[in-house]
């Protein structure tokens, strides 16, 4: 055509810090969201799907102040609005509960899945799509919605092939936090600022440690590069009951949490029935001394442990972990967390726990944006890609990977008689294909079939056609005589069989049961 | 907070042209799609998901030649590219046999599922995002990857839950069309747009009719309105073949395909036995003359033909119909259809066929524009909401819209113990949940349950708790006696059982049942 001339090629590329997702990757994460969505139904939770696409304005926070909002979002411009991909599920959730009011019932327990796409400089493990999987309740102001979320959570976790004793949830309360910032002086909307300050500092105590918070906490620190960040200004008054919270939590309820989990627990342990560490409680309601919402805190992390233990989720499965922060300034209540204890390798060798695959709170806020009034909240979100390579980690997505069995083609004239084989397996429930490329080169026909991770191949020439049978090639089997080529014990096992036509099918099945 | 005076709230409002879907309405086309993708996997297809994104240049058509790309996709700049949302399947997969062709399986056989975006004004069931649900083979020159495409679609449809008989696929091939454009002298390269014009014209019989379409080949039509749409110029000499080819298989052909799919095929019908058109195929022999492409185009759809009647898809569920063009210009060689055959009532009353719900063929120049090769493709593409929608007529998906069993709250101080409720609930399959918001006012409790679809309300207070029982109030049967009030039968039906607590989850499923 003449216009090829005119238009260079396009580049066949993946756009970058997006992904393209084959075969496996992407049924196996399919099959684990269907049984999350499973589990989530059975707890009476509705699936809603919004689109992908919201007005910026109903995103909020990434309100246009300069020219584009190109902040965290894709968003582009359609006559007076901006339009954008959203950046997360909440968000669509809060859209939903303010617009559909008057419709949805109330409390609305809803389930959603899908991608969300971030507009951020693409670099190693970071996308800009991913998929999340939320579920939140809105409009229950109990706390029994938060309880029933950590159940739900520990049923997801073993319904996707987490083992029970391979995870933790650990819940929290923010309430517990804002009665210590209260001690420390901290209440009231003119230290609104601070406390930001000091919660994303908490946040950071994995990375910088605690010296680095303290710095922080006070005047401020200065990294390796020399750079410095301004800190929250707090006197060593305010810094101590702050630094005792998290501190002394972070050791005494680690440890408490792994006796927990590991099923050591003797009368001499600190947890009582419900995975509450008694010490820990009474050490909280001293540092929060008069603090009311401190008070209340604890006593809903009381009542969250009596509900989940009336349920049967012990501290092997659901714990009171005060060390629980998590960063999103929004949560008002409970925090929660889902840890996975197994251990895994990580890229230098060093054995580590695999860690967080899920999160979520209570935010009671999110909804009036929309409408000026309040609406409690509460809800968890899951990792999807992080849960998914754990299920991996523990060996529980392989099946996926099943090739076909491949009906290979020696005839070309004979074209249908293979597609009525593969009809047959088909018609069986077996996975199976004809070779579609150009039959001429049978070498490239195995070749083909090794590469689509096919179990067994089916050969069938004239000669079989004329007495009547075909050939079946045990593609493992051939792989592991091939492998054990020296061992006498393999050298005369057939890969190969000749079997009467009409008994393809039934050997075909053996074959792969024996593989299994 | 004092921003609340300067920013006025958001409204709640999903952007126009998009979709919220709820409950069911997700969770049925999950099902279906699981279940086509069942079909897909089982005939060696493998699972392809690419991001949302692509570069505008990677999307082809749609390349900006003025200010911004707005013309049919949603786009955004970014440095010095262009993303944006793909606006079908077929583009991505392109892209990606290209990007990956060393790499991946030749033939490539890949199922795509997934919504894909176009920028157009939103309008009455117009929508602007949208599922789409596709299987191609890429790499397969030979028409058995056609045939096999044709019998997946028969499988695929009766797996969602259309019946054999309430369906036909319809195959023809470009080539035949081509062959006759031949003859009307609309050969060679410089006939391109007089063919483009021709081939939308045929598209548009439903709605032209005849006489509009004859109009279109020769000097051009006026509509109503008064606006002329110019013609393709053809002579009359031209425009006979054209007329004489998709008015006389419209006629011939579509009676044939009724008697075929009605089943009333005697030694005097006009079909042979693999569902070919015997008559017709001798016109098409007489109108092509001597064209080769013609003449390939028929002895293709012969082959085709005898691949599916080997694999016993007879002309029940497939059958070879010249009537059909599909308007997409890149089609090069069989173009298919499956159209759903049974009755339904269109909005007038007027009883007519469901119609079309799938479509699809061979193109081979797609990935050629990124790689400069030639690469034979074909593939088929289902109209998800269409699919779904024939699902709801034949009432294939009512059971996904079942609440769940509604544990109410007469004692707030006894949460605990209804939570344990739900547990047993759903521990043994049944879905059910507590009431969680304020149990202040018991008639709301109910009207929730209501709201919910809940098929069973268990009730118990104080009393119920001393005596160790539950009340079960079968909400199913307890509309029905409201319904039926007056009639005696009814009068003296229990919708309210009272049991022991420890047989309240034999006696609810024992209920389900019943009510199933």
């Not at 209570?362 to 849960?387: C, E, N, W």
Request: hydrophobic share 40%; proline share 4%; with cysteine.
């Amino acid at each position: 055509m003449a216009k090829d001339k005119k238009q260079p090629r396009p580049k066949a590329q993946t756009p970058k810090g997006f992904q393209d997702y084959f075969g496996a990757d992407v049924t196996a994460r399919n099959d684990m969201l269907r049984k999350i969505g499973e589990v989530y139904h059975r707890y009476g939770f509705d699936a809603l799907e919004t689109s992908a696409v919201e007005t910026v304005e109903a995103l909020g926070k990434f309100l246009p102040d300069v020219d584009r909002p190109n902040e965290g979002v894709f968003a582009w411009q359609e006559d007076a609005d901006w339009l954008a991909l959203r950046y997360d599920l909440t968000a669509p959730l809060a859209r939903v509960a303010a617009q559909y009011r008057n419709d949805l019932p109330s409390p609305y327990r809803r389930y959603a899945m899908g991608p969300v796409w971030r507009n951020e400089k693409p670099g190693p493990g970071r996308f800009r799509q991913f998929y999340q999987c939320d579920a939140d309740t809105v409009g229950a102001p109990s706390v029994a919605a938060d309880a029933e979320i950590c159940a739900m959570l520990a049923d997801t976790l073993e319904a996707v092939g987490i083992a029970r004793g391979d995870y933790v949830i650990r819940v929290n309360n923010r309430k517990v936090l804002n009665g210590v910032l209260e001690v420390a002086g901290l209440s009231g909307d003119d230290n609104e600022a601070k406390r930001g300050i000091v919660l994303r500092a908490i946040d950071k105590l994995d990375r910088l440690g605690l010296e680095g918070v303290r710095a922080l906490l006070g005047e401020g620190r200065k990294d390796e590069s020399g750079d410095f960040t301004k800190g929250a200004g707090l006197s060593d008054v305010q810094v101590a009951p702050i630094v005792q919270y998290f501190n002394g939590n972070k050791t005494y309820q680690r440890s408490a949490t792994i006796r927990a989990v590991s099923g050591i627990r003797t009368a001499a342990e600190v947890l009582n029935a419900k995975g509450v560490d008694v010490t820990v409680l009474r050490n909280l309601r001293a540092l929060i001394g008069e603090s009311a919402v401190g008070a209340a805190g604890l006593d809903e992390l009381e009542e969250i442990a009596d509900l989940l233990a009336a349920q049967g989720y012990g501290p092997d499965r659901i714990v009171i972990d005060p060390s629980v922060v998590r960063g999103l300034g929004y949560y008002t209540g409970p925090v929660f967390e889902a840890e996975l204890t197994f251990e895994i390798t990580d890229e230098k060798g060093r054995p580590r726990n695999f860690g967080s695959v899920a999160g979520g709170g209570r935010y009671d806020d999110l909804v009036k944006r929309f409408t000026g009034q309040s609406v409690p909240a509460t809800g968890v979100s899951i990792g999807v890609d992080r849960l998914l390579a754990a299920l991996r980690a523990k060996g529980q997505v392989d099946h996926a990977a099943q090739g076909p069995v491949v009906v290979t083609v020696m005839d070309r004239d004979r074209m249908a008689d293979y597609q009525a084989m593969v009809s047959e397996l088909r018609n069986a429930g077996i996975r199976a294909e004809v070779y579609l490329g150009n039959p001429k080169n049978f070498g490239n026909q195995l070749k083909y079939a090794d590469k689509r991770a096919a179990p067994i191949a089916i050969i069938a020439g004239g000669d079989e056609f004329d007495s009547g049978v075909v050939q079946i090639k045990d593609l493992v089997l051939g792989a592991e005589i091939a492998k054990n080529a020296s061992l006498a014990e393999w050298k005369d096992r057939p890969s190969q069989y000749e079997v009467p036509r009409d008994q393809m099918v039934t050997r075909v099945r053996a074959i792969l049961g024996g593989q299994g």
